[in-house]
């Protein structure tokens, strides 16, 4: 099973950045589409940005889009998730997670391993 441990989060003032990281155990982690989840409280887990097993294919949702740069680093194991120009309502949970087959996905049934979290906090 796989370990995956995310870092990064923490308190930023509306307009500024974060870099979260999320760093995977085993060999295995370049065969592997990866994603980022957020969720706020009270609210249903929601996908945020999902990267293909090479890199080259990557997706946005609509709220993150323009703003957010997901990428890996397969050498590394591991998968990062810049965020810039951050807004209050980006306040969240931060979860990354791992696909068993190399095309990203969009709904949170599609992983099967899940990191612990990491929160992001922005003040207005």
């Known amino acids: 099973q796989v370990q995956l441990v995310e870092s990064g989060g923490g308190l930023v003032q509306a307009g500024g950045s974060l870099r979260l990281s999320c760093a995977a155990s085993?060999?295995?982690?370049?065969?592997?589409?990866m994603g980022w989840f957020r969720q706020a409280p009270g609210k249903e887990r929601e996908f945020v940005t999902a990267?293909?097993?090479?890199?080259?294919?990557?997706y946005y949702s609509d709220a993150v889009k323009g703003r957010f740069i997901i990428s890996r680093d397969n050498a590394k194991n591991t998968v990062y998730l810049q965020m810039n120009s951050l807004k209050p309502e980006d306040t969240a949970v931060y979860y990354c997670a791992r696909r068993t087959t190399a095309i990203a996905a969009t709904q949170a049934k599609d992983y099967d391993s899940w990191g612990q979290g990491t929160q992001v906090t922005v003040s207005s």
């Open positions: 085993g060999r295995t982690f370049s065969n592997y589409a």
């Open positions: 990267i293909s097993r090479s890199g080259g294919a990557t």
